[in-house]
């Protein structure tokens, strides 16, 4: 990461975490402020942060190599996708970042946010900083002078990231604008293109299964049942719940009717075949005791590793993150609160992406029925809530 403070660094570093980690790749978030604050202290002036300060500049260079060490260090273990989560304003520092990775065989990718709106830059200061553990007792007036002369330190020897230093891209105004340059390789430009949908928002997003079906009742799974009348009454309640906190919610369901019919009373939906439920192949409609006892083979291999298995003819968690990639992609892109009307396996996924879960985790999430998962968007994350209808 490469940019001043307030500019959305750690937000897109995190957003590029879990988006990778999603996919499938070991990876590791380092963030320099963190090592500084454990190592140093968090409430550190303005000053200490001045380029010309050389008491405190040998020390802040020190942090900066640590995490750099233990980022390397994990490459060499196994680890696949790093992020870097720091200034690096100077070019200084990131020719030493850029000769380091390729000394240890490591591509590297510079994401740069830049943004000069004063607007953007103060409500960022207000919402994510203010908060910090270096303002803890701080009046907020007091603090948010002194993270802007922070930033007017970092500023005095800013130098953005230049043609001759390799691949980046660079994130403008809060991507209303999005430059590349020497962008190579599958995994590099897939990110690209995930970064040309991440904006800054506060727009809430609610996760939840579709109402009680007739299969519910008897434990039978996948197929394409209708509601039950607690299904139908559901239905009604998460209406009111959603129209109650806006008016201008976006509603994606499955293309099932147990969904689609959960979320009728909304109005208008988008109904998405990539959030149609798990495919059990030929166990669509089977109760999970029936297949024990005519597929025991399948049962057990199921409870052994059930992130990666597939039902015969069927899917496997794996393959429904797959194709839960376009979704998410929409989902970042998405202005408005959101309300995602989908079933077990699917919110399960969805709700371990948002969250951070590792994948083998995604399956044994607990989404129960009748239930709606708020989402909040932080700079860090999200903040949850549930609410049981």
């Known amino acids: 990461m490469v940019g001043l403070p307030a500019r959305g660094k750690t937000f897109v570093a995190r957003k590029v975490q879990r988006y990778v980690s999603w996919l499938g790749y070991r990876t590791l978030w380092v963030n320099v402020g963190d090592y500084r604050r454990a190592r140093a202290g968090a409430k550190q002036p303005a000053g200490y942060f001045a380029p010309d300060n050389t008491a405190t500049r040998g020390e802040r260079e020190g942090f900066a190599m640590a995490a750099l060490d233990d980022l390397l260090d994990w490459f060499e273990k196994g680890g696949e996708v790093g992020i870097y989560d720091a200034t690096n304003a100077e070019r200084c520092r990131r020719d030493i970042i850029r000769n380091r990775c390729a000394a240890a065989a490591v591509p590297h990718l510079f994401v740069e946010t830049i943004c000069d709106d004063p607007g953007i830059i103060d409500a960022n200061i207000r919402r994510n900083k203010l908060g910090l553990p270096d ?161 025991p083979d399948d049962f057990a291999a199921r409870a052994g590793d059930k992130f990666r298995y597939r ?43 948002l969250m951070g879960k590792p994948q083998d985790e995604c399956p044994h999430l607990q989404i129960p029925l009748h239930t709606v998962v708020q989402l909040t968007p932080t700079e860090f994350g999200y903040q949850e809530e549930r609410f049981a209808l």
């Open 135 to 295: 303002y803890a007792g701080i009046g907020a007036k007091e603090a948010f002078g002194d993270f802007q002369a922070r930033i007017a330190q970092y500023a005095r020897t800013y130098v953005p990231v230049e043609d001759d230093e390799g691949s980046y891209v660079k994130l403008v105004d809060a991507g209303k604008r999005v430059i590349s340059s020497r962008v190579e390789g599958y995994l590099s430009s897939r990110l690209v293109f995930f970064l040309m949908q991440v904006r800054p928002t506060d727009r809430p997003i609610w996760l939840t299964r579709h109402g009680e079906s007739e299969f519910n009742v008897v434990g039978r799974i996948g197929g394409d049942a209708p509601l039950t009348a607690h299904g139908k009454e559901y239905a009604e309640l998460l209406a009111s719940f959603v129209r109650a906190r806006t008016a201008h919610a976006v509603v994606w369901t499955s293309t099932l009717q147990r969904a689609i019919a959960t979320a009728a009373p909304l109005g208008h939906v988008q109904a998405w075949r990539a959030l149609d439920e798990i495919d059990a192949g030929v166990c669509e409609g089977l109760t999970y005791d029936e297949i024990k006892a005519q597929m």
């Open 311 to 353: 039902y015969p003819r069927g899917e496997s968690y794996a393959d429904v993150i797959q194709r839960l990639e376009p979704v998410i992609v929409e989902l970042e892109h998405e202005r408005s609160p959101l309300l995602i009307v989908g079933h077990q396996a699917v919110i399960r996924v969805l709700y371990g992406y």
